[in-house]
């Protein structure tokens, strides 16, 4: 197992080096340059060439590559371009926002996939099933933005601003700034709409995977052994059902955190909110190189390294796996 | 019953008075101005960065005018009032100001705003090592010189029409820095928004900016207006959504919205009945910008130039940009008709604006004749590229439009969307374009146009002089114009200038770009003065 996890581990290194590289040079291919928006009304040519050099966007795309692997390696995460704040303060600001959103969004994705599933496994063909199969059809359907502005609308404005549109109030002690909202109930209530809307499609997908799981594993001999043994339904379908058709589903979710990530920009664009993903966005935008290179170092190593947690999590729920 | 009526009426007159009293009281207290509070401001794009003199966009500059201070501000009829310069006196000749200072002015840091401030400041913008977009507007200037702490004299090379107008509200205008400040942290402390490195001398103080999420700035207790500002703290906070901004507004959220996306103004009214929604003459140029040359070489930004393929040929210019624009139909279209269809580069918002759309007006036949003469038609089809931004929906909705017109007069219009970035690279650095569509900056004057104050191609052009004209007389125009001191006489030069870039279409204006500005009902005192001035120090808080 020790053996596995470090092998892991060290896979990380050049599967987050080589998603740096590609987003290196996908930026550096497509037009635009930093320099216009860093010199603004004063451009003038002569200075743009020199601010290519203070900032080495003259020497060619490996060296620059390699340039900012040399300080990475360093511990420097390099500085924006734009206002010469560093990269990683920017981006351990930005970090709590976007992994309360990811990790809520998941938790409400699972609160209404599990049972729904389990429901249309075991009412097969009954309304309850077609409820559930239905509304998840919907949830995937439904694009993150406009179930946000249906819920801004319903939730902001019609029901006379029960929750907050947009803004962000941290949860007590995690305040990185000087001033913030700080308050669990207040954190609730600004997380609660993004969340949904980022969780609603991973949870229709996540039902139906689940549901056609349970309904493969609910027909299979330990089950009905286990029912034959006079075991209560609650417990068959917990333990025994559930816990073994979850594996395709955990895959599933370590995968889908990539797309929470993606989502997360979406999301917090819509509802103003200070993470991870509205700094990625800007960052783009703007060309600013440095913290494009953070932002896609920090999403990278989140996804892989979620995914080697869903890996091990496999022995707990079936343990005739195991890992040498 | 004679007794009774004297006391019923003598009842009914106190109710009365004391019904008078209450509403009077009532009236006098909602005009008291409050003290205290948070104004909530919503901004729609991000600050570029906190250093006020080389730092672009009107997010930063309408922080530079809360933070900073100047030596005069501009009111919304066109007079100057005092800043920190409590009296000022122009030489007969136009060449020497003297401006007093107050001696109750301080820096945020406690130093005193003085003369030798004044002269540090003006002396930083001019130094081309700072990179400043406001140095064009000081080439006038030859000298700053501290007479005593309170008195600082400027004197000019020439005369300079508009030199108050330019300290007031060209951009930020004159933003004094605090000179210890300014030696003791770096620049990038500035533009990061270091709080002791930002030292103004403004009506708050501020106390901190995280890009991305919110700025903070408090009321400054020695601001050197006794009483002002009134709230406490102003936060500004970006939304880039104009739903959930409306949203935010609609729920209470947010008091002030400080530049509104004129396509949800009429929701915003439907949505919110008591909002007070503020707007006034256009004073941006919305525009189909054409590019007259292209470097002969070509290579970018050459002085050898050689005419644009195209639209090198005035004839064309003028049928396209002239004649074949319906500025109406745009304007219906695009802005729902809330926008003024324009030929002019100045505004009607504008000083010294001249309506010139007479000598443009929509004639497709006319258009299309000229094409032909040029040699264009159905066996030698016109095809040109027609480049936008994604930074605002609206210039979508007009590359289309224009993209129909066009249709109509047998040329074909290829629609370029990309992002803004990639805008400005193509247009600041002389980048193969032939039409674009955009609005840019806010003119208070003509002369405020920095766009094509150095228009010909040298050592000196402008990069934003983004159509590369060759024509020296547009630079004489500029100079006669700003250096004129007759009011009659500056007047008749603008009209002059004015049909001169129209006729050349050196400049193409489609219409105005309207400016809103959204404020709660129990905001008080905010004075509109569209882009040029945006102060909340006489801003109350009425809840």
């Known amino acids: 197992m020790r053996v596995y996890i470090l092998r892991r581990l060290v896979q990380i290194v050049p599967t987050v080096l080589g998603i740096t590289f590609v987003v290196f040079l996908m930026m550096r291919s497509i037009p635009g340059d930093p320099v216009v928006a860093l010199l603004g009304d004063s451009y003038t040519q002569e200075d743009a060439v020199k601010a290519r050099e203070v900032y080495g966007l003259n020497q060619p795309i490996l060296v620059q590559y390699l340039i900012w692997l040399g300080k990475l390696l360093q511990g420097d995460w390099g500085a924006s371009i734009l206002t010469g704040r560093p990269v990683l303060q920017d981006v351990l600001v930005r970090l709590p926002v976007t992994l309360e959103l990811i990790v809520l969004s998941m938790g409400v994705a699972l609160v209404i996939a599990i049972p729904a599933a389990i429901i249309g496994a075991l009412r097969q063909n009954t309304w309850a099933d077609y409820t559930a199969t239905t509304v998840a059809m919907i949830g995937v359907s439904i694009p993150e933005f406009f179930l946000g502005v249906l819920l801004l609308l319903a939730f902001s404005i019609g029901l006379g601003g029960v929750l907050p549109s947009s803004g962000w109030v941290y949860l007590p002690g995690t305040c990185p700034m000087m001033v913030c909202g700080v308050s669990l109930w207040g954190n609730m209530q600004h997380v609660l709409m993004p969340a949904f809307a980022l969780g609603v499609g991973r949870a229709a997908i996540l039902t139906r995977l689940l549901r056609a799981s349970m309904l493969e594993v609910i027909r299979t001999e330990y089950v009905t052994t286990a029912r034959a043994k006079g075991v209560t339904e609650l417990k068959v379908v917990l333990k025994h059902a559930l816990k073994n058709a979850l594996i395709p589903t955990v895959t599933v979710m370590g995968l889908q955190v990539g797309f929470l990530i993606g989502g997360a920009i979406v999301v917090e664009t819509l509802f103003a909110m200070p993470g991870l993903g509205t700094f990625g966005i800007d960052a783009i935008i703007a060309r600013d190189y440095q913290q494009v290179q953070g932002f896609a170092l920090l999403t990278a190593f989140a996804f892989v390294v979620i995914n080697l947690v869903v890996d091990l999590s496999y022995t707990f729920l079936d343990p005739r796996i195991r890992y040498g | 019953m004679r007794s009774t009526r004297p006391a019923l009426g003598l009842g009914l007159g106190s109710i009365a008075l004391l019904a008078l009293t209450f509403l009077l009281t009532d009236l006098s207290a909602a005009q ?42 501009i009111t919304p009829d066109g007079k100057f009032v005092g800043d920190v310069a409590e009296s000022w006196q122009m030489s007969p000749d136009g060449l020497l100001y003297t401006f007093k200072l107050r001696k109750n002015a301080l820096f945020h840091d406690g130093t005193q705003v003085d003369a030798a401030a004044v002269k540090f400041s003006i002396d930083r913008l001019m130094d081309p090592e700072t990179k400043s977009g406001m140095r064009p507007f000081y080439a006038p200037v030859h000298s700053v010189e501290v007479i005593d702490p309170h008195t600082v004299q400027i004197r000019l090379k020439h005369p300079y029409a508009f030199f108050l107008h330019m300290l007031a509200g060209y951009r930020t205008g004159l933003v004094i820095y605090n000179p210890v400040a300014t030696q003791k942290y770096t620049l990038q402390d500035r533009q990061q928004g270091k709080p002791e490195a930002v030292s103004g001398c403004g009506p708050f103080r501020l106390v901190e900016w995280v890009k991305g999420s919110h700025l903070v700035m408090d009321r400054f207790d020695k601001y050197f207006v006794p009483g002002l500002p009134y709230v406490d703290r102003v936060m500004i906070r970006v939304i880039k959504d104009p739903v959930t901004e409306m949203a935010a507004f609609k729920a209470g959220e947010i008091d002030f919205i400080a ?94 604006s001249v309506n010139v759309n007479h000598l443009c007006p929509y004639d497709p036949a006319k258009a299309k004749a000229i094409l032909a003469e040029v040699g264009y038609g159905p066996s030698k089809p016109l095809t040109f590229e027609l480049l936008t931004n994604t930074e605002k929906s609206v210039f979508s909705v007009i590359t289309t439009v224009i993209k129909e017109q066009m249709a109509r007069i047998g040329v074909t219009a290829n629609i370029r969307l990309v992002d803004k970035v990639s805008w400005l690279n193509s247009t600041l650095q002389d980048g193969p374009w032939d039409m674009y569509v955009e609005d840019l900056l806010s003119l208070l004057t003509i002369d405020s146009n920095g766009y094509l104050s150095t228009a010909y191609v040298s050592k000196n052009s402008s990069a934003w002089s983004h159509p590369r004209h060759t024509d020296t007389k547009v630079d004489d125009y500029y100079a006669r114009y700003a250096r004129e001191m007759d009011a009659g006489k500056r007047k008749a030069l603008a009209k002059e200038f004015l049909e001169y870039m129209a006729d050349k279409m050196y400049w193409n204006t489609i219409s105005g770009s309207p400016f809103y500005m959204v404020a709660q009902p129990w905001v008080k005192g905010y004075v509109y003065n569209a882009e040029f001035e945006v102060h909340w120090d006489n801003v109350w808080l009425d809840k």
């Open chain 2, 259 to 352: 530049s509104f996306s004129p396509e949800h103004v009429d929701t915003m009214k439907a949505q919110n009945p008591r909002a007070r929604i503020m707007t006034g003459k256009e004073t941006t140029p919305m525009m189909a910008a054409m590019k007259v040359t292209v470097p002969k070489d070509g290579i970018p930004m050459s002085v050898e130039r050689a005419p644009h393929p195209i639209f090198g040929d005035l004839r064309v210019r003028k049928a396209i940009g002239c004649y074949g624009i319906d500025r109406k139909e745009i304007v219906k279209i695009a802005f729902k008709g809330q926008a003024t269809p324009w030929v002019g580069m100045a505004l009607p918002g504008t000083l010294e």
């Open chain 2, 32 to 73: 008291t101005p409050k003290r205290g509070g948070t104004l909530r401001v919503s901004y729609g794009n991000e600050i570029a960065h906190l250093d006020f003199h080389t730092a672009g966009g009107y997010e930063m500059m309408w922080v530079a005018m809360n933070v900073g201070c100047g030596l005069v501000n």
